[in-house]
């Protein structure tokens, strides 16, 4: 079946530094969508990619989705406090009706 | 607009005993699932409903069973609850299949 891997599991940054998790597909995807989870909270989706190569930014956050459709992977440029949490993402491929999730990757910002 | 609502927010069991958890959508959405989250294991599909009057398997339904009761209610239900069902359960809806999911705030189960 399709699996997802995300790396790293978790990630300690201090809080200006720069901040990158990935994600990789055993199979190609037809779109990836990235989410963010607060502590205790619930996961909120942040962004949809979907044609190879597809680069987007959201303000300090940088997504990209592989020529493949295989890996994609999200950038935080200078981290503030407030980008603590679990990053997940989340693809399809063409032969899955449904999203399969990696299993996330915990940011933790020093001050 | 309140989005996906669950109840109960918290909930204690006894290993045997059975309990439904509840979820609505008032965003008109097609699809909705059902996931559970345990510590790094990310997000699981339970089940999912593509649309009204459908459902189906995701990736870990032994134990549990669903019902999409109209469009805005799909229900999850624990008949005979194991200590390995305590997890965070989250309820999600989408426009449609494959579309960004919206998730509700999430029942913390534990079962003893």
């Known amino acids: 079946g399709q699996q997802v891997m995300q790396i790293p599991q978790y990630q300690h940054v201090q809080e200006g530094e720069d901040f990158t998790t990935y994600c990789n597909s055993s199979?190609?995807?037809?779109?990836i969508q990235w989410y963010k989870q607060r502590p205790g909270g619930h996961p909120v989706f942040l962004i949809q990619?979907?044609?190879?190569?597809e680069v987007k930014k959201q303000k300090r956050l940088t997504f990209q989705f592989g020529e493949a459709k295989k890996n994609s992977s999200l950038h935080i440029t200078a981290t503030q406090t407030t980008d603590v949490g679990t990053y997940f993402c989340?693809?399809?491929?063409?032969?899955?009706?449904?999203?399969?999730f990696g299993s996330g990757t915990q940011l933790t910002v020093l001050p | 607009n309140a989005g996906v609502t669950q109840t109960p927010k918290f909930q204690v069991l006894k290993t045997g005993q059975s309990m439904t958890l509840q979820c609505a959508q008032d965003?008109?959405?097609?699809?909705m699932y059902w996931y559970r989250q345990d510590p790094g294991m990310g997000l699981r599909l339970i089940y999912y409903?593509?649309?009204?009057?459908?459902?189906d398997k995701g990736e870990v339904p032994n134990g549990y069973n669903v019902s999409r009761l109209n469009k805005r209610e799909f229900s999850l239900r624990l008949e005979s609850a194991a200590p390995s069902q305590t997890s965070v359960y989250f309820c999600?809806?989408?426009?449609?299949?494959?579309?960004?999911?919206?998730f509700g705030d999430g029942t913390r189960l534990s079962i003893l």
């Open positions: 999600a809806s989408s426009a449609d299949q494959g579309q960004p999911q919206h």
């Open positions: 199979t190609t995807l037809s779109n």
């Open positions: 990619l979907v044609k190879s190569g």
């Open positions: 989340a693809g399809r491929s063409g032969s899955a009706r449904q999203l399969t």
């Open positions: 965003m008109n959405h097609n699809s």
């Open positions: 409903s593509a649309s009204e009057g459908t459902t």
